[in-house]
């Protein structure tokens, strides 16, 4: 039986074409995947990601645990509300999950977890915890909307009496408390906005505040499209435990400047890597997807995500190829029984309503 948020009847009320995403019952569109995806980028559309999970850390080996968990430095988390990009891997550097961390007071930590990898997560950390004084309590009794693009902020401002006086002069990756709400200023889609997070009982006035003033609610296909044009991984297919940040396009979440040690830095440090993530842009007509092979100067390679850009109108992906396949190079990518034409470009594809790549 599929898992549901706390949204999951308000979804199914304003017309949601519901899908199995990861043992949860999610939106994949409400109509028109392609008007949401362009709402995004133009104006402001918002999301369900309730089925993601915040994590809450205490305790005062927290910090020292969390410097040793992650591959990315959580010393870096100076200032309140401060967060951080990080991938945790396992003792071969494969990646476990990639996460968000965000400073709290009294040198206490929220970390948002992926979906799918949540019980996994929660396991290896309170194993690599055995012994610490660090308090691991998921937050079930919250619910997560993210709202984005180019109008998000004044219409969470405008749903919200109040908040732009506290979050008005919020930076980019930083998050203030607001009446019991976590407002935080990232996303997944490349669009500047609020990730919310608020009491599972207030979720849904909220959703519906939000639409009232003009907010489109988006599924998971626009999400997916976004984050791709944006040039941010999916968990699951372009990383995994089996990939190494220096393969998947992460290698500046790894801190190796420091001499600070962390679960699968061994293993990074002593290991030659043979391929990398670029970006591909298609020159040929057609649709570029996850698994299709890769034909380059330098061997074989493979689509790890793609595409129809709907902002682009053309089609993109992520490819893991050999090293030293390089932007401006072309490629030959198998769509079923054609070999056509990409081109190896710099991502991300498109920001802030812009493409970036031709």
Not at 20 to 36: A, N, R, T, V
Not at 174 to 201: Q, S
Not at 263 to 286: E, H, N, P, W
Request: proline share 4%.
């Amino acid at each position: 039986m599929r898992q549901v948020t706390v949204l999951n009847a308000v979804h199914r009320e304003m017309g949601a074409k519901m899908v199995d995403f990861g043992g949860w019952d999610m939106p994949l569109h409400y109509g028109s995947q392609i008007s949401e995806h362009h709402a995004v980028r133009r104006d402001a559309g918002m999301f369900d990601v309730s089925h993601m999970r915040v994590v809450d850390i205490a305790g005062t080996d927290a910090r020292a645990w969390l410097q040793h968990l992650l591959a990315n430095n959580v010393d870096k988390l100076t200032t309140l509300g401060r967060a951080l990009y990080s991938c945790m891997l396992n003792e071969q550097g494969g990646v476990i999950d990639d996460l968000i961390v965000y400073l709290q007071p009294g040198d206490q930590f929220r970390i948002v977890v992926n979906a799918a990898t949540t019980e996994k997560d929660l396991a290896w950390m309170r194993h690599t915890a055995e012994g610490l004084d660090v308090s691991i309590v998921p937050r079930a009794d919250l619910a997560m909307i993210a709202v984005q693009g180019p109008n998000a902020r004044a219409q969470v401002w405008a749903a919200l009496p109040g908040a732009q006086a506290v979050s008005e002069s919020l930076k980019p990756f930083h998050a203030i408390e607001f009446k019991g709400i976590f407002i935080a200023r990232t996303g997944y889609t490349g669009e500047d906005g609020f990730e919310l997070m608020l009491p599972v009982t207030e979720a849904e006035a909220l959703w519906r505040k939000l639409y009232q003033q003009g907010v489109q609610p988006t599924g998971l296909g626009a999400r997916d499209t976004l984050r791709l044009e944006a040039g941010m991984n999916l968990y699951g297919q372009d990383m995994d435990e089996t990939t190494s940040p220096f393969e998947t396009g992460l290698a500046w979440t790894v801190d190796l400047k420091s001499d600070r040690d962390f679960i699968g830095k061994s293993a990074l440090v002593g290991q030659t890597f043979t391929q990398q993530q670029v970006g591909v842009l298609l020159q040929d007509k057609g649709v570029l997807r996850g698994h299709q092979k890769v034909e380059t100067p330098l061997g074989l390679g493979e689509i790890t995500s793609g595409s129809f850009s709907p902002t682009l109108q053309q089609s993109i992906a992520f490819a893991r190829v050999p090293m030293g396949i390089a932007p401006g190079d072309v490629l030959a990518v198998q769509v079923r029984d054609r070999a056509l034409q990409a081109k190896v470009v710099h991502y991300p594809f498109v920001r802030n309503g812009r493409g970036l790549v031709s």
